[in-house]
């Protein structure tokens, strides 16, 4: 019985570290990106934009981050877990906010995710599911919206990406 509980002590530990680095690697990602850019230039370019744009901004974002919840919500129905949905976009928030920022999102999204769910008692096997759920979901919406812009744009498209063919129609059928 003590064995097991340190080895449950151990994983406690190894999970707490790995979210720490994560979030250590995230404020790195973020201090590189930004660093061209002072803390004025951000607040003089904010205030530039009109109320009404930075609220449709806000909005967007927000309508996205819940749209991605969707994807967690419909792997754990699949896989028959019942989790509150609140618990549910808590998750899948945070484990999308680092994963949209972090390289390898795979791994950062997952570690994230299985850190919340197993607290909440769904098994490891369960959590590695969810993740490949919801990033094969997000794939599969990321391409249908490229084949719908391809099919709708397919002048503009090949332009805008430097791409070597004049229409990107076949690409988006």
């Not at 719908?148 to 004049?166: D, K």
Request: net charge positive.
């Amino acid at each position: 019985m003590g064995a097991e509980r340190r080895t449950r002590n151990r994983w406690r530990w190894a999970g707490a570290l790995a979210s720490l680095a994560l979030f250590v690697a995230a404020l790195w990602v973020l201090r590189a990106e930004l660093r061209e850019y002072s803390y004025q230039d951000a607040l003089r370019e904010l205030r530039r934009l009109s109320a009404g744009r930075l609220s449709l901004s806000l909005l967007a974002t927000l309508l996205g981050y819940w749209a991605l919840t969707g994807y967690d919500r419909l792997s754990l129905r699949y896989l028959g877990v019942s989790l509150p949905y609140r618990k549910t976009a808590l998750a899948s928030f945070v484990a999308y906010a680092f994963s949209n920022t972090l390289p390898l999102s795979f791994v950062a999204g997952g570690t994230i995710r299985h850190r919340f769910y197993s607290s909440w008692g769904v098994p490891t096997g369960e959590t590695a599911r969810v993740t490949f759920f919801s990033t094969l979901t997000y794939a599969l919406g990321l391409l249908t919206a490229c084949g719908l812009a391809f099919t709708l744009q397919p002048v503009a498209i090949p332009s805008l990406l430097h791409l070597p063919f004049r229409s990107a129609r076949p690409l988006g059928m």
